[in-house]
């Protein structure tokens, strides 16, 4: 064989090694879809014999058409399931899915690391939660991490918003929380509200809620506290005897907590403070008239000017043992003298056992 033959053969291997791109198990290579078959599709992958991509190896969702996912002409890559580069009578294997999901997992989880939020759609409504999917992936939202706390029938089909609270390939597991991206949007909301307030302001708002110890008023999409305290001047037993579910009522801002995004509120304030108002319209030693509005073991409370209420000490009452509860009702109208008067304290001392008869 001469020199020449050599070199020839020699071109003529490393041509066809050129041809013949060896690709092995689970290698990603990129390709051409050339040719619909009976269940499947014929792929390029740059070997001597095209690739075979079956049907159930393009999409985890079964209930999807792979000729509607798949065509002719697309450039994809693909895993190398089955290597049969050697064997003329056997057809590479490979797959789209598994790049699919296998992407899909490593941009799952940089969602989480980086708190971003993503779009999945609703496929089912489930005990305890609901099923979604995203990017050929099947998450699960326990009812405790959707918006309402619950799931219902209208979510179905439609996409919504989460974060990744759990995604691990290894076990399969996706747990995704729509109730999370609430409650950041919401936290945002409330942030711009607040930077729109500021303390001894005076707004307009709805009451969404009462409670034993106030209520609570909606301001323009805020929750803040009345207390009962601060709901009037005069002493109430409960914020329902005076407030009522969807009343509309303008109060004034107290305090504003930014860190814990707390709005503090007062009613009363709104009107004139009582206790100024009654600078000098008494005296001590003066004997007035008042009204009981609390019995109580250690005295009486009574109220001698419009949100005022004095302290009436049982010792004051008198020098024996007494039952006030057996003696007093609230309501009671009693004549009582001014013992002691610092209105500028909020403090009045009361006395019956010392009026001059």
């Given amino acids: 064989m001469t020199t020449t033959e050599i070199e020839m053969d020699e071109f003529e291997r490393l041509l066809e090694e050129s041809f013949a791109k060896v690709a092995t198990v689970a290698d990603v290579v990129r390709g051409a879809v050339v040719k619909r078959e009976k269940d499947g599709f014929l792929v390029d992958i740059g070997s001597k014999k095209e690739a075979f991509l079956p049907d159930k190896e393009i999409s985890n969702f079964q209930d999807k058409d792979?000729?509607?996912?798949?065509?002719?002409g697309d450039v994809k890559e693909f895993f190398i399931m089955k290597d049969s580069a050697d064997d003329d009578e056997k057809d590479t294997i490979i797959s789209l899915k598994k790049v699919a999901c296998a992407q899909a997992w490593q941009d799952l989880q940089e969602a989480k690391i980086a708190n971003l939020t993503v779009n999945v759609k609703v496929n089912s409504i489930v005990k305890g939660g609901i099923i979604c999917e995203i990017k050929e992936l099947r998450g699960f939202i326990?009812?405790?991490?959707?918006?309402?706390?619950?799931?219902?029938?209208?979510l179905l089909n439609t996409e919504i918003e989460v974060k990744v609270l759990e995604a691990d390939p290894k076990k399969n597991k996706l747990i995704l929380s729509q109730r999370q991206v609430f409650t950041e949007q919401r936290e945002q909301v409330?942030?711009?509200?607040?930077?729109d307030l500021a303390e001894d302001q005076v707004v307009e708002g709805e009451i969404v809620r009462i409670t034993d110890f106030g209520a609570f008023i909606d301001i323009n999409g805020v929750d803040g506290l009345l207390p009962i305290s601060e709901i009037s001047w005069q002493r109430i037993k409960h914020p329902s005897d005076v407030l009522t579910l969807g009343q509309k009522l303008e109060v004034k801002i107290l305090k504003i907590d930014t860190d814990l995004k707390r709005i503090s509120l007062s009613l009363k304030r709104m009107g004139a403070n009582p206790w100024e108002e009654i600078e000098g319209k008494f005296e001590e030693g003066q004997v007035i008239t008042g009204t009981i509005n609390k019995v109580a073991t250690f005295g009486l409370f009574v109220?001698?000017?419009p949100g005022v209420?004095?302290?009436?000490?049982?010792?004051?009452?008198?020098d024996s043992?007494?039952?006030?509860?057996e003696t007093y009702s609230v309501g009671d109208e009693i004549k009582v003298m001014v013992k002691k008067f610092t209105p500028k304290e909020h403090r009045i001392a009361l006395s019956t056992k010392d009026i001059k008869a």
């Fill in 309 to 318: 209420e004095a302290l009436l000490p049982v010792a004051e009452i008198s």
């Fill in 142 to 154: 326990p009812a405790s991490q959707l918006r309402n706390g619950a799931p219902f029938d209208g």
């Fill in 66 to 72: 792979p000729q509607e996912l798949v065509k002719v």
């Fill in 321 to 325: 043992k007494i039952n006030l509860f």
């Fill in 303 to 305: 109220n001698i000017y």
């Fill in 190 to 195: 409330v942030d711009d509200i607040l930077k």
